[in-house]
């Protein structure tokens, strides 16, 4: 998924975000690395690091987490370019 934001400076800024799935009874390391206890649990990464966590299909709230999390991105993106 592609997203462009606009900046109060009208600079544009584009993200890439990749979203992948994983069986966790299949990769029992992976499991094991992330303390997978439940399933689905969704993680969230940035630069190999785990930087958001949800357990559980609780569509609102997943969909509020992503939400939030591009948004801070962008902005941060925003005032770097400032």
Request: aromatic share 8%; charged share 15%.
């Amino acid at each position: 998924m592609c997203i462009v934001w606009a900046c109060e400076t009208n600079h544009s800024v584009s993200l890439q975000v990749n979203f992948l799935s994983v069986e966790a009874e299949e990769l029992p390391d992976v499991s094991r690395q992330y303390k997978i206890e439940a399933v689905p649990t969704f993680l969230f990464f940035k630069n190999k690091q785990v930087i958001g966590r949800m357990n559980g299909a609780n569509v609102p709230e997943l969909r509020n987490l992503v939400s939030s999390m591009i948004l801070a991105l962008c902005i941060f993106i925003c005032m770097m370019e400032q």
